[in-house]
């Protein structure tokens, strides 16, 4: 049976800040009907004389009961980012339905070893799956691109040692300095030094901004991954 | 009308009539797509139709290039929320493609390089309502915008204009593609919003 999306009522029950423009909304969604790791819900205004606008954001935490989070960067012109990352508070009440998505999501129960690239707000979908792994034996290795290390989402959590999970940060503007390695945008030096080897088939899951995307995913194809294993999601420069 | 999110303002009420509900209007070209980009080389390419009574037609690209052109002039209007006003586009209408096929087919699934699929009622196909294009703006069709050829079906949402399209298969019943199997809906249009399963 087809069931209808139906928009819900979102309370927020808590902000933390991530970065400067970014930050992480955990709603209370009464009737929320569990997600996977990697999907996304659209979120929609409603001001005061009935306009609505409507985005799409990727959720940021494992299945959770009725416990939302999304990650939201600000985008300097959007519409509805400034909104959530400056003006939401807790308390606040926004819609929200979902979750959206069949395709860009890892089932916990699947077994070839996980590669995560990740490029700027493309952590958050990652994140999701890396907080689904649980005590799942797959093992993980996150290549996460960001301009600097103060652009860094979930810096607590990443930091702490994860049985199971290896995380690289490729620094593209500036690097702390004991990064080891010099910035720069990906390169198949990245992927060869901290990926899987094509031998091993590993399940790929790329998300960023498209030229971010399109870089990763040549790459990859090049080293010989097979582009059948290789998921992307793109987040374009509009989207506020 | 849903709840109001206190001291939400939104953009001013530029109400816009060529705007579906939930939309809103972009200035770029976004890319959106489940994969990596596949690179076609123009001598490999080909397209082709097919029918459930085993008629099967096809093109090479100087076949392709040699079909009468139109240069269609449209809006597009991704799932996603985006919507672009009156991109520029040049390629040949499926309305010329399905001249000489001869099918009691009502279903098509197009299908492309990569693997996607998205499919559509056979009608949506027909009377100057899509073409396979190959041009975007006056230049050749970029890759990570479906090129060198694409479907474009824009009186529905932006997935089922199939990127890298190599062929449309006419089908006596319909058989979902993609994303119409990963929770999207199976007709996509966007002026009754029908964005996923249900709507």
Redesign the interface.
């Known amino acids: 049976m087809i069931k209808r999306l139906t928009w819900r009522v979102a309370t927020v029950t808590e902000i933390r800040q991530e970065t400067p423009t970014a930050r992480t909304l955990v709603f209370d969604v009464p009737g929320w009907p569990g997600h996977l790791p990697g999907q996304h819900v659209d979120v929609k205004l409603t001001a005061d004389d009935g306009y609505s606008a409507q985005r799409s954001y990727s959720v940021a935490n494992g299945d959770d009961g009725e416990r939302v989070e999304l990650t939201v960067q600000r985008v300097g012109d959007g519409e509805v980012s400034p909104y959530l990352t400056e003006v939401l508070e807790v308390g606040d009440q926004i819609e929200l339905r979902g979750p959206v998505g069949g395709w860009f999501v890892w089932r916990p129960h699947s077994s070839p070893p996980v590669l995560l690239i990740g490029g700027g707000s493309g952590i958050v979908p990652l994140m999701a799956m890396i907080r689904s792994r649980g005590k799942s034996d797959t093992p993980f290795r996150l290549l996460y691109s960001l301009r600097d290390p103060g652009q860094l989402f979930y810096a607590g959590e990443l930091e702490k040692v994860m049985a199971g999970v290896e995380v690289a940060y490729l620094y593209t503007r500036t690097a702390p300095p004991d990064a080891g390695r010099a910035p720069g945008r990906i390169r198949a030096a990245d992927l060869i030094a901290y990926g899987w080897p094509p031998e091993t088939a590993p399940d790929v899951f790329v998300c960023g901004p498209t030229g971010f995307v399109e870089a990763a995913a040549d790459l990859l194809t090049g080293l010989g991954h097979d582009p059948a294993k290789i998921k992307t999601e793109r987040f374009g420069p509009t989207g506020g | ?11 001013p ?1 530029d109400h816009d009539e060529k705007l579906p509900p ?1 939309q ?1 209007l ?1 200035h ?1 070209f ?9 690179r076609v080389p123009l001598d490999r390419w080909e397209f082709a139709i097919d029918t459930p009574e085993g008629e099967v037609h096809r093109w090479s690209w100087e076949e392709f290039q040699a079909l009468p052109q139109e240069t269609p002039t449209v809006d597009l209007h991704c799932v ?3 919507s672009k006003f009156g991109t520029e586009w040049k390629g040949v209408s499926l309305d010329v493609l399905m001249e000489d096929v001869e099918s009691a087919a009502e279903y098509a699934l197009a299908y492309s390089h ?2 996607y699929t998205t499919n559509l009622p056979l009608e949506d196909l027909l009377d100057g309502k899509a073409w396979i294009v190959y041009e975007f703006d006056g230049e050749e069709l970029a890759p ?1 915008h479906g090129g060198p050829a694409r479907l474009l079906v824009p009186h529905l949402y932006l997935w089922k204009s199939a990127k890298w399209v190599k062929g449309i298969r006419l089908l006596n019943e319909d058989w979902p593609g ?2 119409e ?3 999207y809906h199976n007709y996509g249009d966007p002026w009754r919003e029908q ?5």
């Open positions: 009308m849903g709840i109001i999110s206190r001291a939400f303002q939104g953009r009420r939930g809103y972009v770029d976004p890319v959106l797509s489940a994969g990596p980009t596949p996603t929320k985006w990569g693997g990570a993609f994303w199997t990963a929770g964005r996923y399963q249900g709507d």
